[in-house]
């Protein structure tokens, strides 16, 4: 152990104020310890785990089948009622508003083919998971996701189907194309 080190540390700690020693201090830590902070360009955060575990719709029918007691057409009807409402106290608007006002459709719930459970399981019946490796098991299984959406391109329509229905995210979505609010 060598003392005079310390000597003339303490002699160079004498000759700086306290604030800027702890500044040094601070930034030689940090600096120490920056190959341990959490960087988000080489690993994806955990809310960017969520986001994927919130699109993939195994995960969206299992939060649906556990909440299954949700009153959708007491929610429907208070909506639609809401909407008569305002148009019956709007009429001075142009009557083309009052007609695309009508003409909302209200989409509450989930996504009807959500509840079948064919068309939710059955495209990752044969992706093999690991467990131990999140990313890869992820990325498979939203890449299979992904063409199975694509093939149904042009097949069928469900009357709920639309492109901004987040199951997982209670919010309200104004589509003018499809002309819905869900």
């Known amino acids: 152990?060598?003392?005079?080190?310390?000597?003339?540390?303490?002699?160079?700690?004498?000759?700086?104020?306290?604030?800027?020693?702890?500044?040094?201090?601070?930034?030689?830590?940090?600096?120490?310890?920056?190959?341990?902070?959490?960087?988000?360009?080489?690993?994806?955060?955990?809310?960017?785990?969520?986001d994927n575990m919130e699109e993939f719709e195994p995960v969206q029918k299992l939060y649906i089948m556990s909440h299954q007691n949700h009153k959708y057409d007491?929610?429907?009807?208070y909506l639609l009622e809401i909407k008569k409402i305002f148009i019956v106290s709007h009429r001075t608007l142009l009557l083309r508003y009052l007609g695309e006002i009508y003409r909302i459709a209200f989409l509450v719930g989930y996504p009807q083919r959500l509840a079948n459970e064919d068309l939710v399981w059955k495209p990752f019946a044969t992706i093999n998971t690991d467990p131990n490796d999140y990313f890869t098991s992820?990325?498979?299984?939203?890449?299979?996701?992904?063409?199975?959406?694509?093939?149904?391109?042009?097949?069928?329509?469900?009357?709920?189907?639309?492109?901004?229905?987040?199951?997982?995210?209670?919010t309200i979505h104004y589509n003018a194309h499809l002309s819905t609010m869900g």
């Open 1 to 50: 152990m060598n003392l005079s080190y310390f000597e003339q540390l303490a002699l160079l700690i004498s000759k700086f104020p306290s604030r800027t020693l702890a500044n040094y201090l601070v930034a030689v830590t940090a600096k120490h310890l920056e190959p341990f902070v959490y960087d988000d360009r080489i690993q994806p955060s955990w809310q960017r785990c969520v």
């Open 74 to 77: 007491k929610i429907k009807s």
């Open 138 to 170: 992820i990325t498979r299984l939203l890449k299979q996701q992904s063409i199975n959406q694509l093939s149904r391109i042009g097949t069928y329509l469900d009357s709920d189907d639309t492109i901004e229905y987040d199951v997982l995210r209670p």
